[in-house]
């Protein structure tokens, strides 16, 4: 009995491994709140058009949280919607050297839906070039600005 015990817990164990924030990616802890949404549409059926999106013209508002343990809380209207382990991060110095986001992230988490996140950050903002709360489709294009709570 004690042998399955330890199997079960063993398997338990390996099958919930997660990154965890530690280093520089530490700067991704906390609470971030949607500010506003850039999107680009009819990208497939020129001409393009431009728009932004705020919690006030949109009735919504989000926000998501890093934790230390290598979780991300999705929240909706101030309800938290979801939580996911981050499966993998690919955290890294921004190439772009004109830009003033020093840090580019690639994040993959363990559900369908976010499968991918990926962005910017710096110390006081975030920016979400794929994924939450808006996520590109193959004719809409969303670059989605979060500042630190």
């Known amino acids: 009995m004690k042998t399955l ?3 079960t817990c063993l398997i338990f164990c390996i099958s919930c491994k997660k990154e965890k924030l530690e280093g520089d990616s530490e700067i991704l802890i906390g609470e971030w709140v949607w500010v506003f949404s850039y999107r680009i549409t009819n ?3 020129p001409p393009t058009s431009e728009d932004l999106l705020t919690p006030i013209n949109q009735d919504v508002s989000f926000s998501l949280e890093f934790m230390k343990q290598g979780k991300i809380i999705f929240i909706e ?9 981050i499966k993998d991060l690919i955290f890294e110095k921004n190439i772009v050297s004109t830009s003033s986001y020093p840090y580019q992230f690639n994040i ?3 559900n ?15 920016k979400i070039i794929y994924g939450f709360p808006f996520e590109d489709t193959q004719c809409e294009d969303y670059v989605n600005h979060f500042v630190r709570e």
């Open 5 to 7: 015990i330890l199997i």
């Open 77 to 85: 209207n101030s309800v938290e919607s979801s939580k996911y382990l």
């Open 112 to 126: 369908e839906e976010y499968n991918n996140i990926q962005g910017f950050v710096k110390e006081d903002s975030l």
């Open 43 to 45: 990208i497939c059926t």
């Open 108 to 110: 993959v988490v363990d």
